[in-house]
């Protein structure tokens, strides 16, 4: 795929955490799946600090870049993962790993179904190989050998009033996911759904998926201005915030605006250029 596709541009990458922070997170999610030693409710409270609610787009987006990263790392077949928003006519990938994420997610949405989708409108939980896939969806299966992915792995994400859309893992090999990874994900997403609960409970799914958006279209420069400093001066996620964060106080510009400016310049100058 070499065309933009705006249902992928806006998405953010997932959090850069402490290794061995993700690593800690991802052996209590995989234990609590094979030990029942902790209950989605529990385990919720846990990913969003100590119960503290999501009480905006930003706790949400936040939330989401976290929890899949952790998926990412429990689940040893996934080389490749996203959450998708699909509700109130609006599809789009939230979070994602990696550019091959949004390459096999845009192949997606041009076919109009496919396994993530197919998780989101009919909240189950989807796992199958290649060849189950170009059965069911030949188009985007098709799309997706090519992309080197054999296996999917995907699970909704809802709460009693409202879907949002969907947790997905792409490996490249075949059977690369089984049930006990099924039920890793489904104990993520069950606990993200409770911890999302109150964020959703009083807006419409226009509201929620317009909302989510706006906030992406904010934040991916951002996220991308802090991906490229941290590669250029080889430091980590808050220092690289920060750099934005100074050069916005100093010349009284948002945020955003900086980021933008520094990406164009960085673009335009070999990579040699820093904010």
Not at 59 to 76: C, S
Not at 113 to 126: K, M, W
Not at 197 to 221: C, M, N, W, Y
Request: one cysteine or more; proline letters at 3%.
């Amino acid at each position: 795929m070499d065309h933009s596709d705006p249902r992928v541009d806006d998405s953010i990458p997932t959090e850069v955490l402490d290794g061995t922070d993700t690593e800690q997170a991802a052996e209590i999610v995989v234990d609590a799946a094979v030990r029942n030693t902790i209950s989605p409710a529990e385990l919720g409270r846990m990913l969003v600090d100590a119960g503290r609610s999501v009480a905006d787009e930003d706790d949400l987006l936040t939330l989401l870049q976290r929890v899949a990263g952790i998926a990412h790392e429990a689940v040893d077949g996934a080389d490749y993962t996203g959450i998708t928003i699909d509700l109130s006519g609006r599809t789009y990938t939230a979070v994602h790993t990696d550019e091959r994420t949004l390459r096999i997610d845009s192949e997606q949405y041009e076919a109009g179904d496919g396994p993530c989708l197919h998780a989101a409108r009919n909240r189950t939980t989807v796992l199958l190989d290649s060849d189950e896939a170009m059965a069911r969806w030949p188009r985007f299966a098709a799309a997706a050998r090519e992309e080197g992915v054999h296996s999917f792995l995907a699970a909704p994400l809802f709460t009693k009033e409202q879907t949002l859309g969907s947790f997905n893992l792409y490996g490249r090999d075949r059977h690369a996911f089984d049930s006990l990874d099924a039920e890793i994900l489904d104990l993520l997403t069950t606990a993200v759904s409770r911890a999302i609960g109150d964020f959703a409970r009083f807006k419409s799914a226009h509201d929620t998926a317009e909302s989510i958006q706006r906030v992406l279209q904010t934040r991916a420069p951002i996220e991308q201005a802090k991906g490229v400093l941290m590669a250029l001066r080889g430091i980590d996620a808050d220092e690289a915030f920060d750099v934005l964060r100074v050069q916005s106080q100093q010349t009284n510009v948002p945020v955003r605006v900086i980021a933008v400016d520094f990406l164009d310049k960085v673009t335009g100058s070999d990579g040699e250029q820093s904010a």
